[in-house]
């Protein structure tokens, strides 16, 4: 079992800035990633931005050159920053994390509850 701690939504006007942060505990495997995906009213969850423990990141289009991610692998956490800040960016921020069992061979995917962004134009 993975327990996840997010922090960091609010209220923001449009070009602002903030940064999202999210704390992993408990079975942290060694091979695994962690990501933040968003949900905006009447539409689909989708992925934001990932990191897995080697380092690789990902990110959607929509947020290319606006947001960073970043991880603490000694600390269990991933940040996103979030700069240049659209209206359409205001959504539901959820942390997830994603970890492979090298004892069961199995994937296991834990999300956080949620933190609102909203983003004033």
């Known amino acids: 079992q993975v327990h996840l701690v997010e922090s960091g939504g609010g209220l923001v006007q449009a070009g602002g800035s903030l940064r999202l942060s999210c704390a992993a505990s408990?079975?942290?495997?060694?091979?695994?990633?962690m990501g933040w995906y968003r949900q905006a009213p009447g539409k689909q969850r989708e992925l934001v931005a990932t990191?897995?423990?080697?380092?690789?990141?990902s990110y959607a289009n929509s947020v290319q050159g606006r947001f960073t991610i970043s991880r603490d692998n000694a600390k269990n956490t991933v940040n996103l920053q979030m700069n240049s800040l659209k209206p359409e960016d205001t959504a539901v921020y959820y942390c997830?994390?994603?970890?492979?069992?090298?004892?069961?061979?199995?994937?296991?995917?834990?999300w956080g509850q949620g933190t609102q962004v909203t983003v004033s134009s």
């Open positions: 408990g079975n942290i495997f060694s091979i695994n990633t």
């Open positions: 997830k994390w994603s970890g492979f069992s090298t004892a069961t061979y199995r994937q296991y995917d834990y």
């Open positions: 990191v897995a423990s080697d380092g690789t990141e």
